[in-house]
């Protein structure tokens, strides 16, 4: 039988699939001039993401594409197989932070993985975080997470229906419950503690209707203080001569020097220091955006 099923899935696969009929896509006349060259850009108004124009024609291009899938005979095999292939627990290495592990663990069913904590001195585990009750349809997830180096707070990061845009929250290990603290228009970033709260990159705030769309630029590095609000974070760096460069931080485990890393594509950064107990500048440590630089220690 399994023979004759392989056999199948090759003669099914063989088969070529019928022509498909494309919605028209409608071209306009956008033009830009580039040093001097106009350079046309027909298919600009798709960029909207949110006019009706736009939706319209993604829900034209997903009947067709549904259409053509709903088709394939040995298609629910597929899923069938990969979902019996994909439903076991599997759980993340956990994580010391002062008295506190913590640690994710997914059943293979679930939309996402669920975050746990447990006391070292009574091993009695329970839910820090479940990311599959932030939303009905699954669609917000929990993006990253950073715990204090106490364990005494986790930072998490959420996403919505996928986007790069980060919403972060704190929650308080003890009672598992939020503060009040939220922080928006964050992409792109990690978070480094110290003892009192966190160095974050983020963005201005987008204009309305282009947050999905908008260019991402002058991202700039703060701090946040626990129990403050947002409008309160201290500006730590920012570049308006470089509107590309992106920004993390890191703090060393005595909490006396500031790295600073620099980036400006997917690989490659600069390394610039800072200490935290004198009022000095940043001192440049690599200035070479083609080597890939981290502080290990002192």
Same mark, same amino acid.
């Given at each position: 039988?399994?023979?004759?099923?392989?056999?199948?899935?090759?003669? !099914?696969?063989?088969?070529?699939? @019928?022509?498909? +009929?494309?919605?028209?896509?409608?071209? +306009? /006349?956008?033009?830009?001039?580039?040093?001097?060259?106009?350079?046309?850009?027909?298919?600009?108004?798709?960029? /909207?993401?949110?006019?009706?124009?736009?939706?319209?024609?993604?829900?034209?291009?997903?009947?067709?594409?549904?259409?053509?899938?709903?088709?394939?005979?040995?298609?629910?095999?597929?899923?069938?197989?990969?979902?019996?292939?994909?439903?076991?627990? &599997?759980?993340?290495?956990?994580?010391?932070?002062? *008295?506190?592990?913590?640690?994710?663990?997914?059943?293979?069913?679930?939309?996402?993985?669920?975050?746990?904590?447990?006391?070292?001195?009574? !091993?009695?585990?329970?839910?820090?975080?479940?990311?599959?009750?932030? !939303?009905?349809? @699954?669609?917000?997830?929990?993006?990253?997470?950073?715990?204090? =180096?106490?364990?005494?707070?986790?930072?998490?990061?959420?996403?919505? @229906?996928?986007?790069?845009?980060?919403?972060?929250?704190?929650?308080?290990?003890?009672?598992? +419950?939020?503060? /009040?603290?939220?922080?928006?228009?964050?992409?792109? !970033?990690?978070?480094?503690?110290?003892?009192?709260?966190?160095?974050?990159?983020?963005?201005?705030?987008?204009?309305?209707?282009?947050?999905?769309?908008?260019?991402?630029? $002058?991202?700039?590095?703060?701090?946040?203080?626990?129990?403050?609000?947002?409008?309160?974070? &201290?500006?730590? $760096?920012?570049?308006?001569?470089? =509107? &590309?460069?992106?920004?993390?931080?890191?703090?060393?485990?005595?909490? &006396?020097?500031?790295?600073?890393?620099?980036?400006?594509?997917?690989? @490659?950064?600069?390394?610039?220091?800072? *200490?935290?107990?004198?009022?000095?500048?940043?001192?440049?440590?690599? =200035?070479?955006? *083609?080597?890939?630089?981290?502080?290990?220690?002192?």
């Amino acid at each position: 039988m399994a023979g004759l099923s392989a056999l199948f899935l090759i003669q !099914s696969c063989q088969k070529k699939p @019928g022509r498909l +009929s494309y919605p028209a896509t409608v071209q +306009s /006349d956008s033009t830009d001039v580039y040093y001097g060259t106009q350079v046309a850009d027909p298919y600009r108004w798709l960029e /909207d993401d949110n006019s009706e124009e736009t939706k319209k024609w993604v829900q034209a291009q997903n009947a067709v594409t549904n259409n053509y899938l709903a088709k394939i005979p040995f298609r629910d095999a597929i899923k069938e197989r990969l979902t019996s292939v994909w439903a076991y627990t &599997r759980q993340s290495a956990p994580t010391q932070k002062g *008295n506190y592990l913590f640690y994710s663990r997914h059943d293979g069913i679930q939309n996402h993985a669920v975050y746990y904590v447990k006391n070292v001195t009574d !091993s009695i585990e329970r839910v820090l975080i479940d990311p599959n009750l932030l !939303s009905e349809d @699954g669609t917000t997830s929990v993006a990253a997470t950073s715990i204090s =180096p106490d364990g005494q707070y986790m930072a998490y990061a959420i996403s919505e @229906g996928g986007s790069d845009w980060r919403e972060v929250f704190i929650r308080e290990v003890e009672t598992g +419950s939020d503060l /009040d603290d939220h922080l928006q228009y964050i992409k792109f !970033s990690d978070f480094s503690w110290d003892a009192q709260g966190f160095y974050y990159g983020r963005y201005d705030q987008p204009a309305k209707g282009s947050e999905l769309s908008g260019s991402n630029e $002058y991202q700039k590095l703060f701090y946040h203080k626990l129990g403050t609000p947002q409008s309160e974070d &201290r500006l730590v $760096y920012e570049d308006q001569q470089n =509107p &590309r460069h992106m920004f993390s931080a890191e703090v060393d485990d005595e909490f &006396r020097y500031l790295m600073l890393y620099t980036s400006q594509s997917t690989h @490659g950064n600069t390394l610039s220091i800072k *200490n935290l107990n004198a009022n000095g500048d940043w001192q440049l440590a690599d =200035p070479d955006f *083609n080597t890939e630089t981290t502080f290990i220690g002192r």
